[in-house]
């Protein structure tokens, strides 16, 4: 296959950046999404240019790391799927294909495709826990938890952290993130006990590194790679309520 | 010069953990406060070590190379973490755990350690559960068990195929905890480039800000490597891109002895190479073997469509080879007999390299069963079809999205085709009894260390090391050091030793952009995968060892006068971090080939083929190499030192499978 490639440069955080084009040739569709990626930086080497700086670790769907912003879509095309798990056989020969990094306020860029994502952590540490320190468990079959509770906390529990919820919404929003930890843990016993203070405290720390508001598009549910539902935003929503009013 | 010892305490097996861990010299909690550890690494052990510490009071920094915490290659874990719950009521204990894991390494890792990991890997669960990480539960909402390789009973806990991820969020949530009472200090985006050893102790570490390049010294009371496994010196393997051995062979140049590093494990179960631009392969869980058949066709160079070839004319060869393990087989046994086959002739797919995993047998008896539990009386084969697909999604379903999205094929409808690659490496720092290495003050924990799982590591047996050494160990262990450390002050960060060692560091990162070759270091690394995994990968013999030795010599030479290195040192980088990773695996790699050619017997992953038994097995010489070869850096050479295993508690016999 032969492709274009319109990428976003920019040098670091002060550059404005662009778009550059680059021509591939030789595109094998079995090969990943970063891979032909792989193969324009080994280019751009030997041509003495600068390659493309991107984040990616684990090219298996589960850490997170990549984030493009492809064709408009944050990991591109298709569902429930990571830029690491895209295959070239989801392009056609002779596509021009857009790349760009996620943007928000939130995620400033650090170079090209690469942004810094540590406003969620800042947002973990706020209250996405159960305070328990080690050593001070019980056995863990004396907490029964229903089947179909334990199903829905571990579906919420999947989030991967990437980010592309926010890069979706035309707010950058970062409710969807936010609810699936929220969720997760108000769904069991565990972490029950400390559910108001843990909402009230991760939106508020949300809310302070300038992610936008919610307005129910939707957008985030629909492209974020581990397919969370927007029902945790509403459970989200309910606990925060709940959490207002006592 | 150093000797090895390994501290193990007196007394009787079940004793010496409880006995030792009662009588380790505290620290109190006030000098805690003044006591300082750095933690490299963010995975199961070093996020579970640097929150456990700091809970306890220490002052704790924690480095990782991504940009958080959460993202360390531990997330990728699949299959599940064992424990010694006996939940299933199927004659578990903590002894058959020990005694399981003992045997799977084919006898050379120490008792002492691995009944301590038995021991505590109970608490593990309890601990998690209590974080609220999400393991599957059965209707009664009690947790559920499935089974791994080398074991006949059921003690794998899991979160469908993503346990490690469930894991690592468990311990990142503690770490975050800690960083948001500031009691930790969290440094993302940095990578650790030496060790700053003063006196003979080890008193802290470079690291190189990975956004703006710049190199930073930081002081440590003590410092804990908890970096991972070097399974990347291959090129391509199960790890993740970025996960390396330059921190452990930072430190291994600065005295810390290297422990059995050609100990690999090769893993059965991936989706085979599909082409020459590949950068990593991925991993199909040992778990699926719990409900998919290994089979090859009986004819060489059968070209018929999987589903056409009639039951009699598929070989079972594991269930044929292995009748009381069957599909369950260890690691190492499973890839050996792929790779017979294959090399026999048998191999299917394209390139021949590769064997069938086939789920349609389990997946038409769930259908069964549910169809039943459900009261249908006379389920169409649709309908049976229908039900078995869900049972296989819930515990399955990323496995099998994750296959299709990478080969094309769906995996409910045609068998998985799969080939053994390189996944895990039992060998590491060699470590004490406390997870000391041979320089004062410096541990190594989880992958990292050499010490739980001798020359083969059984699934689901790694998530459970990381979490027991960073969760119930290393707070008591590290105590033996720390409590003789109160007064010492923090060492101020301009004394030569740091100024020492940062010079070093940046004077190799110059080095890189000097030599404006002509080839990008994934060149070079390609290279050496290739002759890694030829010459010291599953099978390995004199003559190709000593010439892998003179290959690498050569290919290190020409790495450093014709790599090119774009871009400056003052910026965002990842080529040249990748050139510091490379130049460390060049190294690495020849010291594994001489390890492989210096233990002239087959054990576990590691098959010597002029040492095996009639039947292909691997033949151990206990007499001779019933020890763990650890490794000193001597400038240009290495010397190796031996400690000898005693095995006190578990009769050493030919592991068998049949
Ligand atoms: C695909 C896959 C599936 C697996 N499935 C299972 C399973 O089901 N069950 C099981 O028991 N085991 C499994 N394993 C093995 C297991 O996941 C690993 O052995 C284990 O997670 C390693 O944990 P760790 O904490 O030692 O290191 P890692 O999780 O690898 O963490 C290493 C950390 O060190 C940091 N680091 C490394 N070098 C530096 C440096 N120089 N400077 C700063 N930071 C550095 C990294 O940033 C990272 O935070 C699997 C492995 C793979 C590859
Ligand atoms: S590289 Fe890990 S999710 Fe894509």
Known sequence: MNITLKIWRQKNGNDKGSFQTYQLADVSPDMSFLEMMDVLNEKLIRNSEDPVAFDHDCREGICGMCSMYINGRPHGPLRGVTTCQLHMRSFKDGDTITVEPWRADAFPVIKDLAVDRSSFDRIMSAGGFVSVNTGNAQEANNILIPKEDADMAFSAAACIGCGACVAACKNASAMLFVSAKVSQLALLPQGRVEAKERVMKMVAQMDEEGFGNCTNTYACEAECPKLISVENIARMNREYLKAQLT | ?658
């Open chain 2, 1 to 658: 010069m150093n000797t090895l010892d390994s501290k193990i305490p007196p007394g009787p097996l079940e004793q010496k953990w409880t006995k030792y861990r009662s009588t380790i010299p505290l620290v109190n909690p006030a000098n805690k406060r003044s006591l300082e550890i750095i933690v490299v690494g963010s995975g199961l052990a070093g996020a579970s070590a640097a929150a456990s510490l700091a809970e306890m009071g220490y002052k704790v920094k924690v480095f990782c190379f991504q940009d958080s915490a959460r993202r360390a290659h531990s997330i990728a874990a699949q299959g599940g973490i064992n424990a010694a719950k006996n939940y299933q009521n199927d004659g578990d204990s903590v002894y058959r755990l020990f005694y399981d894991t003992i045997k799977g390494g084919d006898y050379r890792a120490r008792e002492a350690n691995v009944y301590r990991l038995a021991e505590v890997s109970a608490n593990i669960i309890d601990q998690c559960v209590a974080q609220g990480v999400p393991f599957a539960r059965e209707y009664g909402g009690y947790l559920s068990n499935r089974s791994f390789g080398g074991t006949q009973v059921q003690r794998t806990f899991y979160a469908a195929g993503q346990t490690g991820q469930q894991l690592l969020l468990g311990a990142y949530s503690a770490l975050m905890r800690q960083t948001g009472m500031g009691t930790v200090k969290m440094y993302a985006r940095h990578e650790m480039l030496d060790v700053v050893v003063i006196d003979g102790k080890c008193r802290g570490i470079i690291a190189r800000d990975l956004i703006s390049g710049k190199l930073e010294r930081h002081f440590g009371h003590a410092v804990l490597l908890c970096s991972g496994g070097y399974g990347n010196v291959f090129y391509l393997s199960t790890n993740a891109m970025g996960s390396n051995v330059t921190a452990a062979w930072k430190a291994h140049k600065r005295g810390a002895f290297f422990g059995n590093p050609c100990f690999t494990q090769i893993h059965p179960t991936c989706i085979p190479v599909s082409g020459d631009h590949q950068s990593k392969l991925t991993l199909m869980s040992e778990s699926l073997r719990n409900d998919g058949r290994i089979w090859v066709p009986k004819q060489k160079d059968d070209k018929r469509n999987p589903n056409d070839i009639p039951e009699d004319e598929r070989d079972y060869y594991l269930e044929r080879r292995y009748p009381a393990f069957g599909n369950l087989v260890p690691r190492d046994v499973a890839s050996r007999a792929a790779k017979e086959r294959c090399d026999a002739g048998y191999g299917v797919g394209t390139s021949k390299m590769a064997v069938y995993l086939d789920f349609s047998f389990n997946m038409k008896r769930y259908g069964t069963l549910e169809a039943n539990k459900r009261g249908m009386h006379h389920p169409s084969e649709e309908e049976i079809k229908r039900l078995g697909r869900e049972v296989i999604t819930e515990k399955y379903g990323n496995l099998f999205d994750m296959y299709k999205q990478i080969t094309g094929e769906d995996p409910y409808e045609v068998p998985m085709r799969i080939y053994p690659a390189v996944h895990y490496t039992m060998g590491g720092l060699w470590v004490d009894y406390n997870l000391m290495t041979t320089i004062p003050g410096l541990y190594a924990l989880g992958e990292a260390n050499f010490s739980d799982h001798g020359a083969n590591r059984l699934g689901a047996s790694a998530l459970m090391q990381g979490l027991a050494d960073g969760y119930f160990v290393i707070p008591y262990t590290i105590g033996a050091y720390l409590s003789n450390e109160i007064r010492t002050k923090a060492i101020p960060t301009d004394s030569e030793a740091f100024v020492e060692a940062e010079k070093k560091v940046s004077e190799t990162i110059n080095r890189f952009f000097e030599i404006k070759g002509t080839q990008p270091v994934d060149h070079f690394h390609r290279k050496l995968g290739k002759i890694m995994w030829d010459k010291c990968g599953m099978a390995r013999n004199e003559k190709g060892l000593k010439e892998a030795i003179q290959e690498i010599r050569a290919l290190r030479e020409e790495f450093w006068k014709d790599v090119r290195v774009p871009g400056s040192a003052n910026e965002f980088n990842p080529e040249l971090e990748k050139a510091g990773r490379v130049a460390d695996f060049l190294e690495l790699g020849e010291l594994m080939c001489m390890d492989a050619l210096q233990r002239n017997e087959s054990c576990g992953g590691h098959f010597r083929e002029e040492f095996q038994t009639e039947e292909g097995e691997a033949m151990r010489d206990d007499d001779k190499y019933a020890y763990v070869a650890s490794w000193e850096y001597k400038g240009n050479e290495w010397q190796l030192h031996k400690e000898e295993l005693q095995f006190e508690n578990i009769k050493i016999a030919q592991r068998s499978y049949k």
